[in-house]
Nanobody, 114 residues
């Protein structure tokens, strides 16, 4: 399974970005799709995930600002990020769970300037 992220970049505080992650390869049934992020000097942390049926979970730090969605037909997961803060600066990694295997993207940099 290959995951390709896009949509990262540099934005001012209060701005918005939309991340996308498309999965390809030997995909039979994707379970959970989601995003983690890793800020400089910190451990990778969960941002949000979404089930095949659309149930979502968010980290407290991004609730009411970020929205995760997915297109099951396109095997793609999205992360709409609004009201961005400098503390959201990190490398964002998408992941997918297929059966019991987790696959990761290579990451996309999000930088929020104050």
């Amino acid at each position: 399974v290959q995951l390709v992220e896009s949509g990262g970049g540099l934005v001012q505080a209060g701005g918005s970005l939309r991340l996308s992650c498309a999965a390809s390869g030997s995909i039979f049934s994707i379970n959970v799709m989601g995003w983690y992020r890793q800020a400089p000097g910190k451990q990778r942390a969960l941002v949000a995930y979404i089930s095949p049926g659309g149930s979502t979970h968010y980290a407290d730090s991004v609730k009411d600002r970020f929205t995760i969605s997915r297109d099951n037909a396109e095997n793609t997961v999205y992360l709409q990020m609004n009201s961005l803060k400098p503390e959201d600066t990190a490398v964002y990694y998408c992941y997918v769970l297929i059966l019991t295997t987790v696959s990761w993207g290579r990451g996309t940099q999000v930088t929020v300037s104050s």
